[in-house]
């Protein structure tokens, strides 16, 4: 469920936030249900910034937050371990999902024209994200991808581990695919 974006200006306002954006529908399999959205604080405002993971990897310095709506107040998501508070322990492949994609900043491709005839892959064209559940836990692949630095801009398939209990660890990385376009870019 998404916040209404009509109260978009009011969290930021309210509380400082440079942006508010809504949240992925494949975030929709998080337990409990709330309504929530990705919010965005600048550097100056470090005490939204305080997990590395979700900090932003460009020249723009700041942090990605999660705001959640209950039936009361608007409450802050700014680490991971608030995170794991609210919404561990993971019970089914959807939460895995859902829960893998915000933990580890990856994304996931679920349809294969994503992978183009004429990028160049390291091994043979991956698949799209799947959830595996392994005894008491769960393997979800997604994809990261190198926005920033000069040269080649890779594409990576990650694949997460989701501990039940909510832990969360990067079981497997492999270079995957590149843009033959973006060869020599250099981006910020």
């Known amino acids: 469920m998404q916040i209404d974006s009509t109260r978009y200006d009011e969290i930021k306002t309210k509380y400082g936030y440079f942006d508010?954006?809504?949240?992925?529908?494949?975030?929709?399999?998080?337990?409990p249900t709330h309504s929530f959205a990705?919010?965005?604080?600048?550097?100056?405002k470090s005490e939204y910034c305080h997990d590395s993971k979700w900090a932003n990897k460009g020249m723009m310095c700041g942090c990605k937050n999660i705001v959640i709506e209950d039936s009361v107040e608007f409450k802050f998501?700014?680490?991971?371990?608030?995170?794991?508070?609210?919404?561990?322990?993971?019970?089914?492949?959807?939460?895995?999902l859902s829960y893998?994609?915000?933990m580890s900043g990856y994304y996931p491709v679920f349809n294969k024209s994503y992978f183009k005839d004429g990028y160049r892959y390291f091994n043979s064209?991956?698949?799209?994200?799947?959830?595996q559940e392994v005894d008491g836990y769960y393997l979800v692949q997604l994809f990261d991808y190198k926005a920033f630095g000069c040269g080649e801009h890779p594409y990576y398939t990650v694949?997460?581990?989701?501990?039940?209990?909510?832990?969360?660890?990067?079981h497997r990385r492999q270079k995957s695919f590149a843009d033959?376009?973006?060869?020599?870019?250099?981006?910020?």
């Open 20 to 31: 508010v954006r809504k949240a992925p529908d494949y975030l929709g399999g998080l337990k």
């Open 38 to 44: 990705y919010t965005f604080a600048l550097c100056d």
């Open 77 to 96: 998501i700014s680490s991971r371990s608030q995170f794991k508070e609210i919404f561990a322990p993971v019970e089914t492949r959807e939460e895995a």
């Open 100 to 102: 893998a994609i915000v």
């Open 125 to 131: 064209k991956p698949r799209t994200t799947v959830v």
């Open 159 to 170: 694949v997460v581990r989701v501990d039940k209990s909510g832990e969360v660890s990067e």
């Open 180 to 188: 033959p376009e973006e060869d020599g870019l250099c981006r910020d």
